[in-house]
Structure formats: structure tokens, C-alpha cells
């Protein structure tokens, strides 16, 4: 027990944080990392530590450490499902004579004696990454009860057991990909962006052939990563975070009814039943869509259920948290977004609100009918649906909670309890559950840990926000085409690459062959 205690603390010495300055990104570090349950040591070991140096005169010194990889020979399968195990330093370690160490996951197989294939990967000064690899035996004295600890010294330069080669993304083959998947949809363009510990990736597609069409006029400027698409639902996450941060300073109580905050909320339900349901209205119902409230419906208001009793999604509870805010703060929700969140991420260009500058860069969305350009209800400020964004922005945004935002451990865990299991639809896997947290949907996979993200879809709007705090990834795309098909199961699996669809992207519709 001590020694994994002492494995897993080498790991938290390298996850250190930086100071925030407003206006500024500062590199993402690890604040969450894989689980640390303890393995029978009859079966195995209960943490691997990886240490990497370099003496002085390697080619290797001083480069940053970026991702250690072990994978074992043969028919083998970890906790993770994979015959591996994978640490990303998303700050990484200068390499020296002195060994970074850097602790894994819990890994319940016996390692001595096993053929293993070791891979490390570095950043240069000037941004390249090189794979350096090398194959071994591993050896008694590396496992020690139930931690493993693999030495790995780098050399001077590449050659004998050591290998090198240039890690780099095929970009167009991604481009190709995406742009095959948004045409077999029949979808106007895709816009995402896909941020690792090795790589950022951002590019859009556009359908030239669903513009061809008369009727369907392209933009006045042409589609490109500065534009900007209706975020749809993914536009409750940064009020879920509003919330959770004034629950941490002690000016909202996630337990008292919203009535108490903000008086006129009972004046907006027509039924005297309805009005007492509304006393009963918290923002923890709310973030976790077990007020009774329904998901449309902002003009005469009434309830589903009683608040408490069932999951029902629901944007007028998302709308009523937004309104007790706003009192709070004294503030329209775009003003004190804009200046508390976006401008200092650097996010300049998003808002809840319709800006004068959208009529040039926003992206018109379509729906079977035609193009959906300006709309009354899409000029309104309502956190439900209302955010303009693009992927490069919000992906600002979701690296920023990677890195803790600007919560405490204890209210990030607050916000990412699993407060309510999801219905599943009939098609969909069995073998996983998905959560509720506080506005967030949280899957958890063995392949790739607790998986948070949203979906967004306004019709002709549709998008995902996702980040995996244990591969220190997130992924963000939006589309601006209504479609009857499961686009989300395709697109996570071509930028993902899990080695079984994620289960919150499986079922409905597939996509037509080519």
C-alpha cells in the first residue's frame, strides 16, 4: 500500500499548476489522472512507474517528455482493454541525467519475464515530436511486489535497440475522411477541432455538393475556422460552470429553490399546482435535469413531473437557472459571460447574444425546407441554446477545465458526481452506464476513463464538446445541417479511434454507403 501511495504521489509532484493570466492560455496540465485502485499483487502490479533520462550530450537532453507507452507481447488485456499501458505529461519533464518518473495506472497482470515494447515521445524547441522506441524483455528486479518500476535511459542518439521515428498527424487523411462522412449525411460543412498531449488538430470541410443545389446559398464569405456555429445545447455548460463557481464563493446555494433568489420565476406558471412545484426548483434539479420542467416551452411554463421524482431533459429549467443568475449578479448572462469567461479565454469572438458582426461570419444552418438564416428566437440571450461559438474557441473553454478551471477539488468532484443514470435508448449498448454530473453527461469507458462531454442540436445546428481528463484529450466539432443518421458515432470513432464505438454514440441510423 505505501509503495503504490509513494508511485502515485511521483505522478501528482509533475502535475504542478501555473498561474493564469487573463488573456492568456497557458499550456494544459494534468489534474486528473487514472485510477489508482490497488491490484491483488498475487495477480500482478498495482502501479507501473516509468522513469526517463537522458545523460548529458544526448541528443535527447533537455527535450520535453511528452507520452510513455508500454506495450506487452501477446494476448494480454489491462484494465484499460488494451495490451498497454499509456502517461501523458501534458507539461512534460525536461530530460536529464536525472530520472522523471512518472506513475501509471494500475496494471493486474504479471510483467516479469514479458516481452514489452517501450515508446517515448518528445517535443523539440521547435515543436516536432520524435517516437523514440525499443523492445526488451522485462527483467525480475523491474517488478518489486505490487510496483513495477522500468528504467528507461535514453541514448546519445538513435540507433541499436533504440529506434526514431517523426510523430505527425496525417491532416488531409482526416480532412478526406470527414468531409466522406458530412457527404454521405448531406450535410453543409463541419468545422472541429482536436486537441492531445502530442498534437492540436483543427480543419474544416465543406460540402460543395450540397451547395451546388439551388436554393442553398453559401454564405457571404466563405466557411472557414473562423467562423462561427450555433453551439446548441452545449451552450448549458459554461452556466453549469457559472453556477458551481458562485456555489463555491457562497452566493448561490445549489439546494435553495430559485424562487428564493428571484421572486417573479412562480409569476411565469399558469397553474396553482405548477407554482407550488416551482418552490421546489433547484439549480441542483436543474443541472441534472430532475426539475420536472419540460425542454421547450419558456412562455407559459408548466411541469412534466414532479421536481425530483424522474430525468427529463430540460432547457425552460436550464432558462430559469439563467434568469436566478442574472439576479444574482445584477447582469444579463452575455454581459457577465463575456467578461468573466470568453474575454479572458480568449474567446473573442462567442457569445450568448446575436452580435452586428454575425451577419459576416456566423454560418448559416439548414434544415430539409431551406436555409435557417435569421430567426427571432435565435437572436434572443438564453443559455439553453443561444451561444455562438466555433470549435477552436470552445475548445479554449474545455482545456481550461482540463486544467481545473477555477474550481477547488471539492467542487469539482461536487460537479462531477454521478448524480443520475441516463436512459438508454433500445438500440443503443447495454454494456456501459451514462451519467448525469451537474450539466455534464459522463460515460465511463474502460478504454479511455470517465468521458464528459455534450451534444447540441437545434435542427439545423449540431455539435459535441468532449474531454477525457485521463488521455488529457478533448474534441469539439459543429455542423450546420439537419441529418436523420448517427453522424456522432462515425465522427468520434475517425478521431478518436476507440477500439469499440462509444456508447453514448451508438445506434440510430447508419450512414448511407458511399
Not at 460543395?208 to 455548460?237: H, N, W
Amino acid at each position: 500500500m505505501k509503495r503504490i501511495a509513494e508511485a502515485v504521489l511521483l505522478c501528482g509532484v509533475l502535475c504542478v499548476g501555473m498561474t493564469w493570466a487573463e488573456g492568456r492560455i497557458p499550456p494544459v496540465i494534468c489534474v486528473e489522472r487514472a485510477g489508482t485502485e490497488i491490484a491483488s499483487p498475487a495477480r500482478g502490479c498495482g502501479a507501473v512507474v516509468f522513469a526517463v533520462k537522458a545523460a548529458p550530450g544526448s541528443a535527447y537532453a533537455g527535450l520535453s517528455l511528452k507520452r510513455v507507452r508500454m506495450t506487452l507481447d501477446g494476448d494480454v488485456e489491462l484494465t484499460t482493454g488494451f495490451p498497454s499501458v499509456t502517461v501523458d505529461l501534458l507539461e512534460g519533464a525536461k530530460l536529464s541525467p536525472q530520472a522523471a518518473c512518472v506513475s501509471a495506472a494500475v496494471f493486474p497482470v504479471p510483467l516479469q519475464d514479458r516481452e514489452a515494447l517501450f515508446e517515448v515521445y518528445l517535443r523539440d524547441a521547435s515543436g516536432k515530436v520524435r517516437k523514440l522506441a525499443a523492445r526488451r524483455k522485462i527483467a525480475a528486479g523491474e517488478v518489486n511486489g505490487t510496483v513495477a518500476r522500468m528504467d528507461l535511459s535514453l541514448p546519445e542518439k538513435a540507433g541499436g535497440a533504440w529506434t526514431e521515428t517523426e510523430h505527425k498527424l496525417d491532416v488531409e487523411d482526416y480532412k478526406r475522411k470527414a468531409l466522406d462522412l458530412i457527404k454521405r449525411a448531406g450535410v453543409p460543412s463541419l468545422q472541429v477541432t482536436m486537441t492531445t498531449p502530442l498534437d492540436t488538430m483543427g480543419f474544416c470541410v465543406v460540402n460543395e455538393d450540397f451547395y451546388a443545389v439551388p436554393g442553398r446559398q453559401q454564405e457571404t464569405r466563405p466557411i472557414d475556422m473562423q467562423s462561427l456555429y450555433q453551439a446548441c445545447s452545449i451552450s448549458k455548460v459554461p452556466l453549469g460552470y457559472f453556477a458551481v463557481k458562485m456555489a463555491q464563493d457562497g452566493k448561490l446555494d445549489l439546494d435553495r429553490p430559485l424562487y428564493k433568489y428571484r421572486p417573479d420565476i412562480l409569476g411565469r406558471f399558469a397553474s396553482e399546482r405548477d407554482r407550488e412545484w416551482a418552490k421546489l426548483v433547484t439549480p441542483r434539479l436543474v443541472m441534472t435535469h430532475t426539475s420536472g420542467l419540460p425542454n421547450k416551452g419558456y412562455i407559459e411554463m408548466k411541469f412534466l413531473s414532479k421536481p425530483g421524482e424522474k430525468y427529463i431533459y430540460s432547457g425552460v429549467g436550464i432558462f430559469l437557472l439563467q434568469l436566478t443568475l442574472e439576479q444574482i449578479k445584477g447582469e444579463t448572462l452575455d454581459v457577465f459571460a463575456k467578461k468573466e469567461l470568453f474575454d479572458p479565454l480568449g474567446m473573442k469572438h462567442s457569445n450568448y447574444r446575436w452580435q452586428k458582426e454575425y451577419g459576416q461570419i456566423a454560418v448559416y444552418g439548414f434544415r430539409e425546407r431551406g436555409p435557417q438564416r435569421d430567426t427571432d428566437w435565435s437572436y434572443k440571450c438564453n443559455a439553453a441554446y443561444s451561444l455562438r461559438t466555433s470549435s477552436e474557441e470552445y475548445t479554449k473553454f474545455l482545456q481550461w477545465f482540463l486544467r481545473g478551471a477555477d474550481l477547488t477539488p471539492e467542487w469539482r468532484e461536487i460537479m462531477f458526481k454521478e448524480y443520475v443514470e441516463m436512459p438508454q435508448k433500445a438500440d443503443a449498448r447495454q454494456d456501459r452506464t451514462i451519467f448525469r454530473n451537474l450539466v455534464w453527461v459522463e460515460e465511463n469507458s474502460r478504454e479511455f476513463g470517465k468521458i464528459r462531454f455534450h451534444g447540441g442540436n437545434n435542427v439545423a445546428y449540431k455539435g459535441l464538446a468532449m474531454m477525457i481528463p485521463e488521455r488529457h484529450v478533448t474534441l469539439c466539432y459543429f455542423l450546420n445541417g439537419d441529418h436523420p443518421y448517427n453522424l456522432h458515432g462515425p465522427l468520434t470513432d475517425l478521431f478518436l479511434h476507440p477500439k469499440q464505438r462509444l456508447s453514448a454514440h451508438t445506434g440510430g441510423k447508419p450512414l448511407p454507403e458511399r
